[in-house]
């Protein structure tokens, strides 16, 4: 059981940084600066999933509390930045709201509040612990705050409204379907494993996006209406 999670969270570190390195692709390619924001999370949850399957090698210690520090630096600063995004790729996809400036200055605050109340709350200090999953080992945060958990939830929900306009402005749905997984799941609150696979979909949801208002005709492709 412990190879085998282990080797879950690889592949899931593996799936991260493909949809990371599309994204560098595409950016190189076309020099459209959209896909950013998604590469910057996707090769941070590449981390985070390659650290989580290095610990069942290398055990707790100093070396593996070091590496885990990373994961919530970019936890609590990277994730709230998909919310300008999403408003972004809302405007790009033609929904009237996004183009307001009240609302991009409302969401761009909203982020900012977020991320100020992380790193204060959560990072500084930062005390870590380990815990052993399915026979993985772990560093969390010694305490459960409401610092470490409004980001991934205030993210997700201003992502899903973006999402939902986009679906009901131009009929497209893929980004909708993998933001509620999200949601659905992160409400849930199961185990690291699942909440990480369901961490590959939505990114993986955000870059399909990011791919497809990022063509010249911004057509999607039939399997994602």
Known sequence: MP??????????????LTLAVRCVLRIRRTGDRLPIVPALVCAALAYDNAVLAAGYRIGAGPVLESWSVPRFVAHIVLTPLLMPWACAAAARAGVGWAHSAWVRVAV???????????????LTPLTLEPREWAG?????????????????????????????????VRDYRLWTVTTVIMTVVSAAMPPVLVTNCAELVFTAGVVATAMWLSRPDETAP????
């Open 222 to 225: 039939g399997w994602c209406r």
């Open 108 to 122: 761009w605050g909203t982020t900012v509040a977020v991320i100020v109340l992380g790193v204060f709350g959560e």
């Open 3 to 16: 190879v085998l999670a282990a080797g879950l969270f690889a592949v899931l570190a593996a799936g991260q």
């Open 136 to 168: 993985t080992v772990r560093y969390t945060t010694a305490h459960a705050s409401v610092a470490g958990v409004l980001p991934p939830v205030v993210t997700v929900l201003v992502v899903l409204v973006a999402a939902v306009a986009v679906w009901r």
